[in-house]
């Protein structure tokens, strides 16, 4: 009985570890300024034509001036551009309060972004670019990108 329980958590960790469901990727800033003119760039493998969540993450420290954030976003295929996008997500509440999560001098802030079906398999790329009006965005510690399959 032992060595069967054994096999069977055996095979259901290969299972979990195995199934690639979702691709994570960060980028940190150096000095905690991002400048407009460095677009954050995350490559990945879309392997199946099903439905994807995409997940920001944003980590900013008490100097971050502004109470929310703006991305630019473009997404390619191909070398194509497939699509363009402007996002705003809020960083603190309309007092001031941090809305991430977080100790000390950092915030930690999730953004979810569901996403439709991807047309076709290959590698995609996703470039992020600030559209704040400060240049460097000060406070901006890292920026990150996780993409999930929906099963």
Do not use: A
């Not at 329980?5 to 991002?34: E, G």
């Not at 199946?48 to 100097?63: A, C, G, P, V």
């Not at 001036?65 to 991305?71: A, H, I, M």
Request: charge should be positive; glycine fraction near 6%.
């Amino acid at each position: 009985m032992e060595k069967f329980m054994l096999l069977v958590f055996f095979c259901c960790t290969i299972m979990i570890f195995s199934c690639n469901t979702s691709q994570s990727f960060t980028h940190s800033f150096v000095d905690n300024n991002w400048h407009f003119e460095d677009s954050v760039v995350f490559t990945c493998n879309i392997e199946h034509i099903k439905n994807y969540n995409l997940e920001l993450f944003f980590r900013n420290n008490l100097d971050y001036p502004y109470r929310n954030l703006y991305l630019l976003v473009e997404i390619h295929h191909n070398q194509n551009i497939i699509k363009t996008d402007t996002l705003q997500y809020p960083i603190t509440d309309r007092y001031g309060k941090w809305l991430g999560r977080g100790l000390g001098k950092t915030r930690d802030n999730y953004f979810l972004e569901k996403l439709t079906m991807f047309e076709k398999t290959g590698k995609y790329k996703f470039i992020f670019t600030h559209g704040m009006r400060q240049n460097p965005l000060t406070g901006s510690n890292t920026i990150g990108m996780k993409i999930i399959l929906n099963d």
